[in-house]
C-alpha cells in the first residue's frame, strides 16, 4: 500500500480512531451546551481512563463542537506543581477573542478583558522587578478591584462570573477544557470545585470539561468533598470490538482499499481495542502490505515495527521518566500481574521486593506523581498505560 496516503498516519484521517465509538459522549455533550446556551443548570464533565484511551483527542473535539455554536472556549494542559493562573489566563483569554467577534460592545470586552490581565498579573510574584515580570499580551489596562484580590478562589469565581455573563450577552456559553486535570495543584483544583460550585448556583452559563486518569475522581472529592455534585463523571475505556473495526475500516475504505476479515481479528488481537494501539498496528500493517486488501499476514509482519515504535514513544518515553527505585517498583508491579493490565495490592509488591511497605512509599507516590501509576482502591496500584507490564516483561528478557 502506499505510505504516502497512509489513513493512519497522525492527522491523516477525518475521524480518527480515538473518536471511533465516542457518538455516545459527542451527543451527551450537544446536549451540555444546548441546556446551557438556555439557562439551564448543567453539571460541568470530566472524562476519565487510561492513557491511549483518546480523552486528548475527545477533549479537543468537545472543544471544537462549542466553538462552532458559537462559545468561546479554551483549552489547557495541567502540569505537574505549575500554578494555574498562568495557563488558565492564556485560555480563557482565547475564550473571550471567540466571544468578542459576535459582542456588539467593544466596551464591554475590554471591560473583561481588564479583570482577565488583572487576576492574570497575580502571576506574577510579588516584589519582582518589572523586567521580571510576566505579561499576559492583554492590551487593555488592568482593572481595580475584581479577580485581583490575590486568593485564586476568590479570584477565580469573579473572572468566572464575568467571562460568562459576556458569554450570555451574545446567548451562548464559555467551556473551559483542562486535560491531565489530576495534575492541577491542590489548592488550585480546590478554587476551580468552588468557583463551578458557585456559577453552578446561578446558573452560569460556563462549563469546566476535564480529563485526567481514573483516580481523577478520587482528587476532586479530595480537594471538595462536594465535587462528586459538581461533575458528570464520564469513563473512557478502550473500544469494543465493533467500534475497533470501524476505526480501522473506514479510513481503509476512505482509501478505496480494503482489509481481510481476518486481519481485522489480528489487529484487535494486537491492540486490545485501545485507540492509540489500533492507530498504531493499522498504521504499520498498512506500510507493510504489498497490495490491496491488507491480509492477516501483513498484521503479522507489521507487529514488530509497530511494537518497537510503541517502545520508543508510547512506553519507553514514560519509562525513562523513572528512577532506579521506581523502575524496580515497576518491574515488581509487571512480574505479580504477569504482565497483565490489572491492579496489585500494594502489599504485595512489598512482600515480593522483600521491603516494609512504608519504606516503599516514595517510590510509590512519586510514580503516582508521574503519572504512570494509579491507585484503583486502597491500597491497590495499578499502571495508567495499557500494556506496560507486558513491555516491561519483555524489556528484562
Not at 72 to 91: V, Y
Not at 294 to 319: C, H, K, M, Q, W
Request: hydrophobic share 45%; proline share 7%; net charge negative.
Amino acid at each position: 500500500m502506499d505510505p504516502v496516503r497512509n489513513p493512519f498516519a497522525p492527522g491523516a484521517g477525518q475521524r480518527p480512531p480515538e473518536l471511533a465509538g465516542r457518538d455516545r459522549e459527542l451527543t451527551a455533550f450537544e446536549v451540555v451546551l444546548e441546556r446551557v446556551s438556555r439557562g439551564r443548570p448543567e453539571r460541568s464533565l470530566v472524562l476519565t481512563g487510561l492513557r491511549g484511551v483518546g480523552k486528548t483527542v475527545l477533549l479537543g473535539e468537545l472543544r471544537s463542537m462549542a466553538v462552532r455554536r458559537g462559545w468561546g472556549a479554551g483549552k489547557i494542559e495541567a502540569r505537574p506543581d505549575a500554578e494555574l493562573r498562568r495557563p488558565l489566563s492564556a485560555a480563557l483569554h482565547r475564550a473571550i477573542r471567540d466571544l468578542a467577534v459576535r459582542h456588539r460592545n467593544p466596551e464591554r470586552v475590554e471591560q473583561v478583558l481588564g479583570v482577565l490581565k488583572a487576576f492574570a498579573l497575580r502571576a506574577n510574584p510579588d516584589g519582582a522587578r518589572l523586567r521580571e515580570r510576566w505579561q499576559p499580551g492583554i492590551d487593555v489596562p488592568a482593572a481595580q478591584g475584581r479577580a485581583d484580590s490575590g486568593d485564586i478562589e476568590i479570584d477565580l469565581v469573579e473572572l468566572f462570573s464575568e467571562v460568562a455573563e459576556l458569554a450570555k450577552d451574545v446567548g451562548t456559553g464559555v467551556a473551559l477544557m483542562i486535560d491531565e486535570m489530576q495534575d492541577v495543584r491542590p489548592e488550585d483544583l480546590s478554587a476551580l470545585c468552588a468557583a463551578c460550585h458557585e456559577l453552578s448556583q446561578s446558573g452560569a452559563p460556563l462549563v469546566v470539561v476535564g480529563a485526567g486518569l481514573p483516580h481523577l475522581p478520587a482528587v476532586l472529592s479530595a480537594s471538595k468533598s462536594y465535587s462528586e455534585r459538581l461533575f458528570r463523571y464520564v469513563l473512557i475505556d478502550r473500544l469494543d470490538r465493533a467500534d475497533a473495526d470501524l476505526a480501522v475500516l473506514a479510513p481503509v475504505s476512505r482509501e478505496d482499499a480494503g482489509i481481510s476479515p481476518f486481519a481485522l481479528d489480528a489487529l484487535f488481537e494486537a491492540s486490545s481495542g485501545y485507540p492509540y494501539f489500533v492507530q498504531a498496528y493499522a498504521k504499520a500493517a498498512w506500510d507493510a502490505a504489498p497490495s490491496d486488501p491488507i491480509t492477516a499476514e501483513d498484521v503479522a509482519v507489521a507487529a514488530p515495527e509497530a511494537e518497537a515504535e510503541l517502545a520508543v514513544g508510547f512506553f519507553g518515553s514514560r519509562y525513562e521518566r523513572a528512577t532506579p527505585a521506581e523502575r524496580e517498583y515497576l518491574r515488581a508491579m509487571a512480574d505479580l500481574t504477569e504482565g497483565r493490565d490489572e491492579a496489585i495490592g500494594t502489599s504485595e509488591v512489598a512482600v515480593y521486593l522483600g521491603r516494609k511497605p512504608s519504606s516503599l512509599s516514595p517510590a510509590r507516590d512519586s510514580l503516582i506523581k508521574k503519572g504512570l501509576v494509579y491507585s484503583a482502591e486502597r491500597g491497590r496500584i495499578a499502571f495508567t498505560v495499557p500494556h506496560f507490564g507486558r513491555f516491561l516483561l519483555a524489556r528484562e528478557e
